[in-house]
């Protein structure tokens, strides 16, 4: 009972008080009575102080200086504070052992589990899935050279298989349907709607936690509302939506999500883990494979599954994303509440808005004006976080994205207006509502779900933007060489020159749209490039491929509301400001020269100079098509 109490003032060392009772052995920790006197003397509002303080200051996550960005830092304090708090359990469980041999015989019990418990169950999971999920995809491999049909057929094998497997090959199979740069792109798009369709855990599970946290028999202590069936449910964790009694409530407001991670979970997905990195390193054996470097995926995929198992490291996520953006009122995130949130539970602000979905169903009734206002801050914002904060949310699909509105005269977020909306949703009203609501409130973004970060380090994120400048000025050649050069296993790539003038090949052909009435696609650009990328074996980073479908998903959402949306005219400023601070830094430590012209400012405003006569061309050419559609330029008569 006592190792199962999450309360962050039970987790000091404090000796123990063994005593038998009429209800038999008991635990009493010092700090049980120390509790008791404190709420004698000060009360549970004084208290609650106390263990916010406590925790705030004892318990938060701080970036290990050993990480090479602020994410890698968090992975690597959690792994060791984890690490530290299993040899303290063992340390303490020892140290209460009341002779030599009660010691040994536990000292023997963590010996048989470490080397003979685990081992087994790791081989029990490892028939398990043989024989269910990889005995079946290879018996139905033969089929795949029969027609494209079969093919297809087996890619969805594939992904039923994973969604059966659990939660790591669910997040597996999300995580390779992102890698079109290593698999084909019909299998991405099949594993795309791969969904965890995972059935929640007990509310009893969930409310022992609960209470285990807040030292509590009775949550009507801490919370007014605490809604028993889940907003929703994951393969790692479920969310229930709370109200804090005003005493508990801070800073936040008093609608609050609880995010829980499932039970045994853990353990389940570091077994996964394992296995998934025997089979890694034997595929890397294979002759011709070992330019997939799976065993180092493996490694990037095992760090973004413990990155999620801690919630506080989407605590922290959240705080940064709110840092960022405090001075955006067009764009938000869920405020965490760092002071109650631990290892497994995080408590976050509840954000009452629209899905994005909703929005684009309706985005036909709407007029162009009326889009933009919700379009251009999101398209924005991504930028933003790429090329000036280097901080990304990197599941920005629709629904990871809400909108709720802000009132022009109060500059406030209006609620009851969102209520509205949700009240009328299916109704035939909707629409004529949806319409005044944007026409008379200014649309606000919110962008939910930040576990998932891609963050570059220093080398990567300069080898990132000059790949991009290169692609802003349409420098095709040069780009491929950049891929090459800076790839993970440059040695690898077959055939570098006709990979970079199939690049140059490429940009060339996007460059000769320039003056068509549609703007330049650099999703498709990218997506493109992605699958030359995987014919040539050039081995791009994780990180790199990781933004690249992040602009996918932001270029797909952004040109359903604005067919016309360019991202290359939109990232030239903020490229513009980029390249100055980074040239600033290069010529006070008075770098290579020719490091100083790669940065030098000016070529962006060249270039935006450039697109915006092309923009200004373009309404040209389109008016002079819709005049000579309306016999306004040859009138007959």
Known sequence: MFKSVKGVLWKQKTPLLWGVGATGVTVVGLRIRQQQLQRQQYGIAELRRTEREYTKSHDLLKPDPQGDTFEMGLYIASKKEWDQQQMAERKSILDQCSSSFTRSLTQLKFTCNDHIWIPLQTMIRFIQLTCLVMLPILMAWPLISLSNGYKLSWYKLIRSLCQFAGPSFIKLGQWASARNDLFPPEFCQVLSTLHSEVKPHSWRYTHRVLCDLFKTKDLNDIFEELDVEPLGCGSIAQVHKAKWKSEHAGDLQNDIAIKILHPNVVRTIDTDLRIMSTLAHLIDCIPTMEWLSLRDEVNNFSILMNMQLDLRIEAMNLDKFNSDFQRNPLVTFPKPALQYTTRTILFEEYIEALPMQWFLKEKDQLNEIDNLKVSHPFVMAFLNMMILNNFVHSDLHPGNVMIRFIDKTTCKVNNSITTLLRQEHGTPNFTKTLKEVIHSYTPQICLIDVGLVTELNDNNRINFMDLFQSL???????????????????????????????????????????????????????????????THHVRMEADFVSIVVAILLLEGI??????????????????????????????????DASLLHDTRPSQMTVIWLGLQMRKMLNVSLRQTDIMLKSDQLSPNY
């Open 472 to 534: 802003t000025k349409f420098d095709g050649y040069r780009a491929g060489q950049l891929m090459i050069e800076r790839s993970r296993t440059p040695q690898t790539a077959i055939d570098p020159d006709g990979f970079s003038n199939r690049v140059q090949g490429l940009v060339l052909e996007i460059k000769k749209q320039t003056f068509s009435l549609g703007s330049i696609s650099i999703g498709n650009l990218l997506n493109d490039m992605l699958s030359m990328v995987r």
């Open 558 to 591: 952004g040109r359903q509301l604005d067919p016309n949306l360019d991202l290359f005219e939109s990232s030239i400023p903020l490229l513009s400001q980029y390249y100055r601070h980074r040239y600033s830094l290069l010529k006070d430590k008075k770098e």
